[in-house]
């Protein structure tokens, strides 16, 4: 089926109920088996084998990676050659969308065993046991689905954010499993394939280190010097600089990352055009004015970000809880009639037997928030008061995750990690424990909720039911859970902390997390003056661009969540998804007319083209990531 979608001035000027009926009667599909017995042992099984990718090649990178599409695609194999077997049914494409919530909430349980569990062990000399850091993480897992849920009828009913690797999701899913009959113009799944299958290629080619673990030296010496960047062709002849910095030591580069270009075309022009102000203002004129001043000493990303991050999240911080309390009568009308009778002639809620009873968060937050306080005292040592204050917080840094996401598909969980540890550095100054545990609520709790509100997307799109959606989530949070913490513990770790930071378990996002405690743990005085000043700046430009898009009815350019994401970012990051969000912004324009092959065949087809743009690099870039650990040993 063709997805339907509202336009940008229906989204603008309709309210939520519209929007709520036009999906229901447009979209919504509830009649079509979703939640069944092969979607959820699939997206099971396959979930926990994709969790331990993630654990493998996140204690050697620090990064996890994003499983959704991939697991669309291999359901989809798999379940086609089944039934061709078998002769049963195909997998539908809303069983998928059910398979890839289980499997994605299964691969994201590995990013407390990459971070901050294990800098905790590092920091104390104390294994935490094995059961105690899976029901942690169960918790902190399932507190995000409880978060997640009373902000879907906002970013995705109502603002219909693009959440651009959900989107592509469904988009993937459209294409697989649906027969198009008498379109006009390339196919789409020819169309999905064939950018695709250039992105992986791409992606493959530029991985140098990869060419030279193969045995080819001199090609993949070659790509490691002028093909990753581009801009290395300039600096084979001179060193551009900017007072007295060069560019490349600013992160100013021209990467050939052509997923981020993907994801820039499914995100739109305003957070484009959001993110390359906020990196020109960070990176071509803030780090080097403070370089040459030394207030920032050391060049390169982590240097200037450990400066730049805190006006960035400000920024991100004031622009999202205004943007959420200035609708205040969503939440008031979510909340006002739960356990009461529907008052006579009131106007019903034309999904509320769709969507989560809000009853199901104003009780799950309380009781499982309160159950991390209980496990946080105990298994951590936490002070009661420090771990309830933690849960409020958690809601703050939702909003923002949730924001970020929403717009460019990144969760900035580093950037709150240390926003949550310069908070607790001043609550409990010394406390490097504590630091770091406070930090893995907040910034792994927002982390969930986000990526289940990237999982909901496509059900979104696709007519799915939330309800069946929320329900997978937490079967892949427990499939994963199962799944990779005790190959943690009895197969990478096996008890032996001082295996942490050494070739075999170089676990590089730990070894961050717990420098950045032991540092922050100081307290405010750290930070420099005009650290601070950036986040007064920041927290004004996110309220005063948020107050600037509501009087002008959402036409005001810049977001205050995409400006302050771009001092979060590489600026290469941010210039790839402006470039994205740009080209495809430029040929709506120049092929308007809807005769003409371009319009026909590339701008109504540019979230598939984008979709097999990420999909591609993604699979590409999970199977680099697998063969340089096994490779290298």
Same mark, same amino acid.
């Given at each position: 089926?063709?997805?339907?979608?509202?336009?940008?001035?229906?989204?603008?000027?309709?309210?939520?109920?519209?929007?709520?009926?036009?999906?229901?009667?447009?979209?919504?599909?509830?009649?079509?088996?979703?939640?069944?017995?092969?979607?959820?042992?699939?997206?099971?099984?396959?979930?926990?084998?994709?969790?331990?990718?993630?654990?493998?090649?996140?204690?050697?990178?620090?990064?996890?990676?994003?499983?959704?599409?991939?697991?669309?695609?291999?359901?989809?194999?798999?379940?086609?050659?089944?039934?061709?077997?078998?002769?049963?049914?195909?997998?539908?494409?809303?069983?998928?969308?059910?398979?890839?919530?289980?499997?994605?909430?299964?691969?994201?349980?590995?990013?407390?065993?990459?971070?901050?569990?294990?800098?905790?062990?590092?920091?104390?000399?104390?294994? =935490?046991?094995?059961?105690?850091?899976?029901?942690?993480?169960?918790?902190?897992?399932?507190?995000? /689905?409880?978060?997640?849920?009373?902000?879907?009828?906002?970013?995705?009913?109502?603002?219909?954010?693009?959440?651009?690797?959900?989107?592509?999701?469904?988009?993937? #899913?459209?294409?697989?499993?649906?027969?198009?009959?008498?379109?006009?113009?390339?196919?789409?799944?020819?169309?999905?394939?064939?950018?695709?299958?250039?992105?992986?290629?791409?992606?493959?080619?530029?991985?140098?280190?990869?060419?030279?673990?193969?045995?080819?030296?001199?090609?993949?010496?070659?790509?490691?010097?002028?093909?990753?960047?581009?801009?290395?062709?300039?600096?084979?002849?001179?060193?551009?600089?900017?007072?007295?910095?060069?560019?490349?030591?600013?992160?100013?580069?021209?990467?050939?990352? @052509?997923?981020?270009?993907?994801?820039?075309?499914?995100?739109?022009?305003?957070? %484009?055009?959001?993110?390359?102000?906020?990196?020109?203002?960070?990176?071509?004129?803030?780090?080097?004015?403070?370089?040459?001043? %030394?207030?920032?000493?050391?060049?390169?990303?982590?240097?200037?970000?450990?400066?730049?991050?805190?006006?960035?999240?400000?920024?991100?911080?004031?622009?999202?809880?205004? !943007?959420?309390?200035?609708?205040?009568? #969503?939440? @008031?009308?979510?909340?006002?009639?739960?356990?009461?009778?529907?008052?006579?002639?009131?106007?019903?809620?034309?999904?509320?037997?769709?969507?989560?009873?809000?009853?199901?968060?104003?009780?799950?937050?309380?009781?499982?928030?309160?159950?991390?306080?209980?496990?946080?005292?105990?298994?951590?040592?936490?002070?009661?008061?420090?771990?309830? @204050?933690?849960?409020?917080?958690?809601?703050?840094?939702?909003? =923002?995750?949730?924001?970020?996401?929403?717009?460019?598909?990144?969760?900035?969980?580093?950037?709150?990690?240390?926003?949550?540890?310069?908070?607790?550095?001043?609550?409990?100054?010394?406390?490097?424990?504590?630091?770091?545990?406070?930090?893995?609520?907040?910034?792994?709790?927002?982390?969930?909720? !986000?990526?289940?509100?990237?999982?909901?997307?496509?059900?979104?799109?696709?007519?799915?039911?939330?309800?069946?959606?929320?329900?997978?989530?937490?079967?892949?949070?427990?499939? %994963?859970?199962?799944?990779?913490?005790?190959?943690?513990?009895?197969?990478?770790?096996?008890?032996?902390?001082?295996?942490?930071?050494?070739?075999?378990?170089?676990?590089?996002?730990?070894?961050?997390?717990?420098?950045?405690?032991?540092?922050?743990?100081?307290?405010?005085?750290?930070?420099?003056?005009?650290?601070?000043?950036?986040? /007064?700046?920041?927290?004004?430009?996110?309220?005063?661009?948020? &107050?600037?898009?509501?009087?002008?009815?959402?036409?005001?350019?810049?977001? %205050?969540?995409?400006?302050?994401?771009?001092? /979060?970012?590489?600026?290469?990051?941010?210039?790839?998804?402006?470039?994205?969000?740009?080209?495809?912004?430029?040929?709506?324009?120049?092929?308007?007319?809807?005769?003409?092959?371009?319009?026909?065949?590339? &701008?109504?087809?540019?979230?598939?083209?984008?979709?097999?743009?990420?999909?591609?690099?993604?699979?590409?870039?999970?199977?680099?990531?697998?063969?340089?650990?096994?490779?290298?040993?």
């Amino acid at each position: 089926m063709a997805i339907k979608h509202l336009t940008e001035e229906q989204v603008r000027t309709w309210t939520l109920r519209q929007k709520d009926e036009w999906w229901r009667r447009e979209v919504y599909r509830g009649d079509v088996p979703q939640f069944t017995l092969r979607a959820v042992l699939t997206g099971m099984l396959l979930g926990g084998v994709l969790s331990l990718t993630n654990l493998y090649v996140g204690v050697r990178t620090g990064w996890t990676l994003g499983v959704g599409i991939t697991a669309v695609i291999l359901a989809f194999a798999l379940h086609r050659v089944f039934s061709r077997l078998t002769g049963q049914s195909e997998f539908h494409s809303l069983e998928n969308n059910i398979m890839q919530s289980i499997a994605t909430a299964a691969g994201y349980m590995t990013a407390p065993l990459i971070a901050s569990l294990p800098a905790y062990m590092m920091v104390t000399g104390r294994v =935490i046991p094995m059961w105690h850091a899976l029901f942690w993480m169960i918790g902190l897992a399932i507190l995000g /689905v409880l978060f997640a849920f009373p902000l879907k009828r906002r970013f995705i009913n109502d603002e219909q954010f693009p959440f651009p690797e959900g989107r592509a999701a469904g988009v993937v #899913m459209d294409a697989l499993h649906t027969k198009k009959e008498g379109r006009v113009g390339v196919p789409e799944e020819k169309l999905l394939l064939a950018f695709a299958g250039a992105s992986g290629l791409i992606n493959f080619i530029r991985d140098g280190s990869l060419w030279i673990a193969l045995g080819a030296k001199r090609f993949g010496t070659w790509v490691n010097d002028y093909w990753q960047h581009w801009d290395d062709f300039i600096y084979a002849f001179a060193t551009p600089k900017i007072l007295g910095t060069p560019l490349r030591d600013l992160t100013i580069r021209w990467d050939t990352e @052509i997923v981020m270009v993907g994801a820039g075309g499914l995100m739109g022009i305003r957070t %484009g055009v959001s993110l390359i102000i906020g990196a020109v203002l960070n990176y071509f004129i803030l780090a080097p004015i403070l370089v040459q001043k %030394g207030i920032i000493v050391e060049t390169g990303f982590r240097g200037i970000t450990m400066w730049s991050l805190w006006g960035g999240v400000a920024m991100m911080t004031t622009a999202s809880l205004f !943007s959420f309390f200035s609708k205040p009568q #969503m939440l @008031i009308s979510a909340f006002r009639n739960i356990g009461r009778k529907k008052a006579a002639g009131a106007e019903a809620d034309v999904l509320a037997d769709i969507e989560l009873p809000m009853k199901v968060f104003a009780i799950g937050i309380p009781l499982v928030g309160g159950a991390m306080v209980i496990m946080g005292h105990i298994f951590f040592g936490i002070d009661w008061w420090l771990g309830v @204050i933690a849960i409020p917080l958690v809601f703050v840094f939702t909003l =923002i995750a949730a924001n970020a996401t929403g717009l460019t598909a990144i969760t900035p969980t580093g950037a709150l990690g240390k926003l949550t540890q310069l908070t607790y550095a001043g609550l409990a100054p010394g406390n490097t424990p504590t630091n770091l545990i406070t930090a893995g609520i907040t910034g792994e709790v927002a982390g969930h909720a !986000s990526n289940l509100l990237m999982n909901i997307k496509p059900g979104y799109m696709l007519g799915g039911k939330p309800r069946f959606q929320a329900m997978g989530h937490v079967l892949g949070i427990i499939a %994963g859970g199962f799944a990779c913490t005790p190959i943690f513990y009895y197969a990478l770790f096996r008890g032996n902390i001082d295996v942490f930071g050494s070739d075999q378990l170089p676990m590089i996002a730990a070894m961050i997390w717990k420098a950045v405690a032991e540092v922050l743990t100081r307290g405010f005085g750290i930070l420099h003056y005009t650290a601070l000043v950036a986040v /007064v700046i920041g927290a004004m430009l996110g309220i005063l661009f948020e &107050v600037l898009k509501i009087t002008t009815k959402n036409k005001w350019p810049i977001s %205050g969540v995409g400006m302050g994401l771009a001092f /979060v970012l590489r600026f290469s990051d941010s210039w790839l998804m402006f470039l994205g969000a740009f080209i495809f912004w430029v040929l709506a324009r120049r092929y308007a007319d809807p005769k003409s092959w371009m319009n026909l065949n590339i &701008v109504n087809n540019q979230e598939t083209i984008c979709a097999g743009v990420i999909a591609g690099g993604a699979l590409i870039g999970i199977v680099i990531m697998v063969l340089q650990v096994v490779v290298g040993g």
